[in-house]
T-cell receptor
Framework: KAGVTQTPRYLIKTRGQQVTLSCSPI?????VSWYQQTPGQGLQFLFE???????NKGNFPGRFSGRQFSNSRSEMNVSTLELGDSALYLC?????????????FGPGTRLLVL | DQQVKQNSPSLSVQEGRISILNCDYT??????FLWYKKYPAEGPTFLIS?????DKNEDGRFTVFLNKSAKHLSLHIVPSQPGDSAVYFC???????????FGTGTSLTVIP
């Protein structure tokens, strides 16, 4: 079974631009979560989608948004990029939302904002 | 506010010895705890988990211990192998929703 895939793997943008990242979960997985990883901060939860609805949201500004499609694929959008948005963005999928459901991570998209 | 903390950014251990990675949390609502392992240029991979109703869970060379009163968990790797060299993240989630809180990671180096 194919794992979680994320595109693109690397991205360079300039301040003020916007970016869209894509995540394809493992087949059959309906929950998709997004995380931002920066040095010294670990993985910070952005949001979680399940059945095309945002179920949880972390403490990030409104410039960070996302959506999930009927095939469970998800996109994350960051508008008006800032230098501090440079990070590794990880997507994780799980079969459902039950306690104990293991999340499977993709390789991430490394975003550099200049 | 970091609700899950890994206070040791790095750890070096000789091959064959025990590796002990520690994690502390502040939120008493956390009900389920996990450890992930991450190699460079890859996403984290699930290693082992433990429910708050247990105090120990074992899987091969990996054992996770949970001390709820101290809000502390640890991962023991015995014996350590060079292939275990990676960054280890602990994570926790409350029994509501699907939101995971991660620590900042501990970089483990196993010296041959």
């Amino acid at each position: 079974k194919a794992g979680v895939t994320q595109t693109p793997r690397y991205l360079i943008k300039t301040r003020g631009q916007q970016v869209t990242l894509s995540c394809s979960p493992i087949s059959g997985h309906r929950s998709v979560s997004w995380y931002q990883q920066t040095p010294g901060q670990g993985l910070q939860f952005l949001f979680e989608y399940f059945s095309e609805t945002q179920r949880n949201k972390g403490n990030f500004p409104g410039r960070f948004s996302g959506r999930q499609f009927s095939n469970s694929r998800s996109e994350m959008n960051v508008s008006t990029l800032e230098l501090g948005d440079s990070a590794l963005y990880l997507c994780a999928s799980s079969i459902s939302r039950g306690l104990g459901e293991t999340q499977y991570f993709g390789p991430g998209t490394r975003l550099l904002v200049l | 506010d970091q609700q899950v903390k890994q206070n040791s950014p790095s750890l070096s251990v000789q091959e064959g010895r025990i590796s002990i990675l520690n994690c502390d949390y502040t939120n008493s609502m956390f009900d389920y705890f996990l450890w992930y392992k991450k190699y460079p240029a890859e996403g984290p991979t699930f290693l082992i988990s433990i429910s708050s109703i247990k105090d120990k869970n074992e899987d091969g060379r990996f054992t996770v211990f949970l001390n709820k009163s101290a809000k502390h968990l640890s991962l023991h790797i015995v014996p350590s192998q060079p292939g275990d060299s990676a960054v280890y993240f602990c994570a926790a989630t409350p029994d509501t929703g699907n939101q995971f809180y991660f620590g900042t990671g501990t970089s483990l180096t196993v010296i041959p």
